[in-house]
């Protein structure tokens, strides 16, 4: 069983929405990264956090890590925002590995 | 551009046939990842690097499969006699010790037939 649970699969909407995608975790964490990845593949580090809020341009971060929950907003949705978002978890140990979630396929129409 | 580099970008194999995987790491990170990814499922670590030395495995990682990375730089990623299930994203990420912190690159999209 994945570790690290997200939802929506999958989420569409109009341009200049709200949008929220969640993430939540089973197990004690070091940290949680949200990851941005596009049709070709690659995989771009969108934030990085243990607790509290982050936010970068249009993007915010939150985790409460009571709730083992975290979410990624994005305010004024663009369709360029279209791709792939990531949540993985960096656990303790010393591997220093990530476990992903399965991803959450955004679509943002004009 | 991370500074993470993996070649090829993509590469379609006969079943049974052998490819290799290179990832070019940031050049001061001693952490090197592979992480494995299938259509619509997130990424599944593989196996990881601390300098050259291979200090996990996972068990997704059947005896057809071995990494190296000889000098603690680059690391290769070979498959053996390979079935069309190796069909996946494979991904490299390299990281610092300590920071939790992992880069990746554009992953080489293997498709077996």
């Known amino acids: 069983k994945n570790e690290v649970e997200q939802s929506p699969q999958n989420l569409t909407a109009q341009e200049g929405e709200f949008i929220t995608i969640n993430c939540s975790y089973s197990?004690?964490?070091?940290?949680l990264h949200w990851l941005q990845q596009h049709p070709g593949g690659g995989i771009v580090s969108l934030f990085m956090?243990?607790?509290g809020k982050k936010k970068h341009g249009r993007l915010i971060a939150t985790i409460n890590i009571q709730e083992k929950h975290s979410s990624l907003h994005i305010t004024a949705s663009h369709p360029r925002d279209s791709a792939v978002y990531i949540c993985?978890?960096?656990?303790?140990?010393?591997?220093?590995?990530?476990?992903f979630g399965q991803g959450t396929r955004l679509t943002i129409n004009p | 551009d991370t500074g993470v580099s993996q070649n090829p970008r993509h590469k379609i194999t006969k079943r049974g046939q052998n490819v290799t995987f290179r990832c070019d790491p940031i050049?001061?990170?001693?952490?090197l990842y592979w992480y494995r990814q299938t259509l619509g499922q997130g990424p599944e670590f593989l196996t990881y690097f601390q300098n050259e030395a291979q200090l996990e495995k996972s068990r997704l990682l059947s005896d057809r499969f071995s990494a190296e990375r000889p000098k603690g730089s680059f690391s290769t990623l070979e498959i053996q006699r390979t079935e069309q299930g190796d069909s996946a994203m494979y991904l490299c990420a390299s990281s610092l010790v300590g920071t939790g912190v992992a880069f990746f690159g554009q992953g080489t999209r293997l498709t077996v037939v």
């Open positions: 993985a978890a960096l656990y303790r140990g010393g591997a220093q590995k990530l476990v």
């Open positions: 956090l243990s607790s």
């Open positions: 050049s001061e990170h001693n952490r």
């Open positions: 197990v004690g964490i070091s940290a």
